[in-house]
């Protein structure tokens, strides 16, 4: 088990700027979740019967995925 983690620490598993990616995704997505950000949407207004704020919130959700997806698989390549 040790050496397991020894192998963990010492080899770097993503180029470091694929890892900057994800920590910007991150800090973008902490600030996309957040409470002022997220009422901005919290309006009466409705999408195909959904209210804004849940259309809001599973589009940026699918948007996040597909972009922590993309930078992923260019890590694999």
Do not use: C, T
């Amino acid at each position: 088990m040790q050496s397991f983690i020894n192998y963990l620490l010492s080899k770097s598993f993503m180029k470091k700027r694929h890892e900057q990616k994800l920590i910007i995704l991150s800090v973008g997505l902490m600030i996309a979740f957040s409470i002022p950000i997220s009422l901005l949407f919290n309006s009466d207004r409705e999408v195909l019967g959904y209210p804004m704020i849940l259309i809001y919130l599973f589009v940026v959700w699918m948007i996040s995925i597909v972009i922590s997806f993309v930078i992923v698989k260019r890590h694999d390549e």
